[in-house]
């Protein structure tokens, strides 16, 4: 089925739909794996020239980026890496899911000493990289974002903006004994939430986002990271900070892209007509009809529309 993609066209454009690479199911990049903070942290690394930092969020890996990547390394350096407990990393105990999180993760990009980078973010890796680029303002110079948690509503103050099912699928998960059923036992997130999203994912790209999380107990930050989603106060550290990066976003005035769908899951048509109207700075490209994990459904559009932005940029 022909996808939908509106963006206007430019030379840049024109150039990089000919180059487009064929989308793959399996992995065209080797990792790599370095210690951050005693543990093991995977990621990729390709081609050269000003850093790009791919941020994925859960229940994925930096397989998510796979089809958008090659759009970039020619001229550019791709960096991706599976958050800590996530994909190819270690998988360490924590107790405080979003602040361990960002502990690795900033350590691991402190390593790199970037400068003049860019971030590519989303999920939950979309607050960690709001995050970073607020408390790393030298390093960061500008930042693509889909289906991301930013303004105007996050941190959520209501739940029931998110509509019945989803309140009904949070509520079930936030709930001691039935969150554990629903996500380790059952492995809904995964299977159900994941698998049934607009991208209608294959069996083989299934088996790889399934493939670092083999047992009820390895599923446990899957279950841990929605818990941390703030609504209405709660969790309060992780309300502060997500609510202190919407702030940021919504002050700041370095480049920005926002891809967005309808009708998505964390940036509804509402929240992205709030985005255009309001921020400073801001392109916006529109793709079609879609959930949450648009990487899956749009991979060529993400990676010619991020191709040709990063040369305006």
Do not use: C
Request: no cysteine; hydrophobic share 45%; net charge negative.
């Amino acid at each position: 089925m022909k996808r939908r993609f509106f963006l206007q066209t430019t030379a840049a454009t024109v150039a990089a739909s000919a180059l487009a690479p064929m989308p793959s199911l399996a992995m065209s990049y080797e990792k790599k794996r370095t210690t951050v903070l005693g543990h093991q942290m995977s990621y990729l690394d390709e081609g050269e020239g000003r850093p790009v930092v791919f941020l994925h969020g859960n229940p994925t890996s930096s397989y998510l980026w796979r089809n958008v990547i090659p759009y970039v390394t020619n001229g550019h350096r791709a960096i991706a890496p599976d958050l800590m407990g996530m994909g190819d990393s270690d998988k360490p105990a924590m107790t405080d899911t979003y602040l361990e999180s960002a502990e690795y993760l900033h350590a691991f990009l402190d390593s790199l000493d970037l400068q003049d980078a860019v971030l590519v973010i989303h999920d939950w890796g979309s607050a960690l990289g709001w995050h970073y680029a607020r408390t790393r303002p030298d390093r960061i110079a500008a930042i693509a974002f889909m289906e991301a948690m930013a303004p105007p509503f996050m941190p959520i103050k209501d739940i029931n903006v998110l509509g019945p099912e989803m309140v009904q699928f949070m509520t079930g998960i936030r709930t001691p004994g039935v969150g554990e059923q629903m996500i380790l036992d059952q492995n809904l997130f995964l299977d159900a939430f994941m698998r049934h999203d607009g991208a209608g994912l294959s069996e083989e790209v299934m088996a790889e986002y399934n493939r670092p999380f083999p047992t009820p107990a390895s599923r446990q930050i899957i279950l841990d990271w929605p818990r941390e989603i703030p609504m209405a106060g709660s969790p309060s550290d992780v309300h502060e900070i997500v609510q202190a990066n919407s702030d940021f976003v919504a002050a700041s005035t370095f480049p920005k892209l926002m891809f967005h769908v309808s009708p998505g899951a964390v940036i509804p048509m509402e929240a992205a007509a709030w985005i255009k109207a309001n921020l400073t700075n801001i392109e916006t490209i529109y793709l079609g009809n879609g959930g949450h994990f648009i990487q899956e459904q749009y991979p060529d559009e993400i990676g010619k529309g991020l191709a040709d932005w990063l040369t305006r940029v």
